[in-house]
Every structure is written in C-alpha cells, then in structure tokens.
DNA sequence: ATTCCACGGGAATCGGTGGCAA
DNA sequence: TTGCCACCGATTCCCGTGGAAT
C-alpha cells in the first residue's frame, strides 16, 4: 500500500510547493541578497501549526542553493534560551564549533563574528516564546546574520520588539490554512508518489482535506494513518471507513511524539492528570507531593515547587497534550486525548 | 465586603561545569 | 591536580492581579 514512505514524513521537502508559490517568491526575494554575498533582509513568517511554515522556510533556502550555496542553520527554538540558540547557530556553521553552555553569551557572539565571511541565515523555528527581543537585538550585532523566524501569531510576535528592531523586518509573510482543493492538490502528489496507484481517490483527498481543515501536516498524516489501516484490515485499497478512522489515529501520533520530546517532570505532571481525568490544582499539587517521593527516588532529580509545575502544566498545554479550563481557583486540568498514555507509571494510590 | 488562593511575570538564587591560575 | 571564578539555565521566591468562596 505505501510505497515511499518518506513523503509522509514531517520533514520531508518536496521539489515544488504547491499553492504557495507566492510566498516562495516573496521569501526569495528577502533571501536573494545573500546569493550577492549582501546580508539577506529579517523575515516573519507566520500562521496556524501545520500550514508549511517551516517547508516554505527549508524550500526557499535549497532553490537559493542551487544558485550558489547559503549556508544557513535550523533551529527549533521551543524551550531554547539566548545562550543555546547562538551556540547552536554557530554548531550548525560550516565554519563553527560547539561551544559549552557555560560560554558568555558575548563570547559566543564574538566567535559568530568573527566566522562569519558571508551571509548567514538562521531559520528560528517555533520562535513563540523566545527571549525575541533579546535574541533580535544580539543579532542585529553579528553583521551578515539573519533571521527567518516562524510563529503563529504575527502581532502577538512583534509586539514586544522595539521599533529599531523591528524595522530590521522588513518582510513578513502570513500563511493560512489551504483550501480544500488546494490541500487535496497537495495530498494527491504524496499519493501518486507515496502510494500504490489508485489506492485512494480524489473524493477521499478532498474528504481528508476537508476534515483537517486545510492544515497540511494533519492532512497528510491522515492519509499515511488512512493508508496503513487499509493495509492492517487487509483491504486493497483504501476505502471510506479507513479514511473515517484515519483522523484520530493521526493526531494521536502528533500527541505522542510531543509527549516524548518532553522531559521528566513534564511526564510527571501528565502522568497525574492522566491518572486523574480532570482534576482541580489544588488537587493536583496535593498528589503530587503524595506521589513525588517515591517518583522520584530513583531518579537523579528533585520534586519541583509549585511554581515549576505551573510552567511545566502551561507547556504540556502549549503542546496540546493537557487542557486548562476555567479560571483561578476554579481551574481543571485535564488530558487532552485519553489514549496517549503517559510514559511513566504512577504509585498506587495509598488506601485510606 | 472580605478573604482566599491560583496564576504568571520577573527577580533572586542555586547547582553544575568549563576555564584558568596556582 | 586542585581550588576558585564566571557563567548559564533551571528553579524558587516574591508579589500584583482578579475571580471565587464565604
């Protein structure tokens, strides 16, 4: 049934993007520069998850390679801080090196500096809660650096950023949610060269299209889930009742693989909401107090205070896995998909 | 009206680690 | 090698805010 596997992948780059050929003209345009050895102008990019932020980012940048190389670096900036986005800036530069984490921030953009013979382009990926005005005012300082910076909400972005800075972006590119025939366009291409011919037909792409909404990562991992339940059923191709079942088993993987990119408090806190289906904060930390020193005795880390948990919740929600409803002492926290199964197993609850 | 308390921004603090001098 | 310092990043501490409970 599936052929190619590879085109269903997050990170795949097809050769073409469709419907999205203005924006890959407009972000030449900003990038053009650099194939001049000038600095490439900032750039904004933004949308709704899963709309090609980031493949317009990948796309435009290997078009412009063909002509001559730009080096350029990826960096997914969730979680990241000043210090870790330069240092990995630099890792990622042809010329670069790893520096430790105990590198003054400075020093680390010295060494760009002074690497930098050409222009340089970062793509911050995920760059909503970046330290940005902090991040945007160190590189306005290495001459020949810039930034195509991704995120979902372009105001929201740039309201904190000073207006010197903000002038430096000079481009900003809004991505919206396909529409359905453009998506089933998109979904039609990884079909033709991710499955067997005539496994599906456009009325199902259109079906898929249209239930995600146009948001192109949710469609395409649809049609990869619709794909492989046709093939666990036994079915020679893809029929109505696989595509029905597809959505859900898609966007429990998304879940899950955003559950395992977290560390071990955060699976702490799911794990506890998990456990308890909806359950107030108050309760929740009172649990976790109950459970943490077991939890925790044979790991290498500490319970975490209350404050922690907050960020931790607030993050685990930020990755759609938990839910907050309700305000103050009135807030539930609950899991978003029962399914997706915590990664660490709870005590048993201590009789009374 | 008053008290309670979760939230979340921001400052302070702590722990770990590389660099350096002795 | 050892001891110290500078620094980062994670966490805690502090506190203003405002909705809910009394």
Redesign the pocket.
């Known amino acids: 049934m599936i052929e190619d596997g590879r085109v269903f992948r997050d990170d795949h780059l097809p050769r073409e993007l469709q419907h999205r050929e203005g924006a890959v003209r407009e972000l030449s345009g900003a990038l053009e520069p650099a194939i001049r050895e000038r600095p490439a102008d900032d750039v904004l990019v933004s949308g709704p998850s899963g709309v090609g932020k980031t493949v317009l980012a990948r796309h435009t940048l290997q078009r412009l390679q063909q002509h001559v190389g730009v080096p350029h670096a990826h960096i997914r900036c969730l979680?990241e801080?000043?210090?870790?986005i330069f240092?990995e800036a630099l890792r990622q530069h042809p010329q670069g090196r790893d520096l430790?984490?105990?590198?003054?921030?400075?020093d680390v953009l010295a060494e760009l500096r002074s690497v930098l013979d050409r222009p340089f382009v970062v793509i911050l990926d995920e760059a909503d809660d970046l330290p940005r005005s902090k991040v945007l005012e160190d590189a306005c300082r290495v001459f020949g650096l810039s930034m195509i910076a991704i995120s979902h909400d372009q105001e929201q972005w740039l309201a904190p950023i000073s207006d010197r800075v903000r002038r430096s972006i000079a481009t900003k590119i809004q991505l919206d949610r396909f529409g359905v025939d453009e998506l089933a366009d998109i979904l039609e291409r990884r079909a033709d060269i991710g499955l067997r011919s005539g496994v599906v037909s456009r009325e199902q792409l259109q079906r898929i299209a249209d239930e995600v909404a146009g948001v192109a990562r949710a469609g395409i991992q649809s049609l990869r889930a619709a794909a492989e339940l046709a093939r666990e059923r036994e079915h020679g191709e893809i029929r109505d009742v696989d595509v029905d079942d597809s959505f859900e088993r898609a966007r429990r993987r998304i879940r899950e693989a955003n559950l395992r990119s977290l560390p071990w408090?955060h699976q702490v806190l799911y794990a506890l909401v998990h456990e308890a289906g909806t359950i107030g904060?108050?309760e929740l930390?009172d649990r976790y107090d109950q459970v943490s020193e077991q939890l925790y005795e044979d790991s290498p880390?500490t319970?975490?205070?209350k404050?922690?948990r907050?960020?931790k919740?607030?993050k685990l929600r930020d990755y759609g896995l938990v839910l907050?409803e309700?305000?103050?002492?009135?807030?539930k926290y609950r899991v978003v998909d029962e399914a997706v199964k915590p990664a660490i197993e709870m005590p048993r609850r201590t009789p009374y």
């Open positions: 979680g801080t000043r210090g870790s240092r430790p984490r105990t590198t003054p921030v400075d408090h904060a108050g930390h880390k319970p975490i205070g404050r922690s907050r960020n919740l607030s907050d309700g305000k103050r002492q009135n807030r």
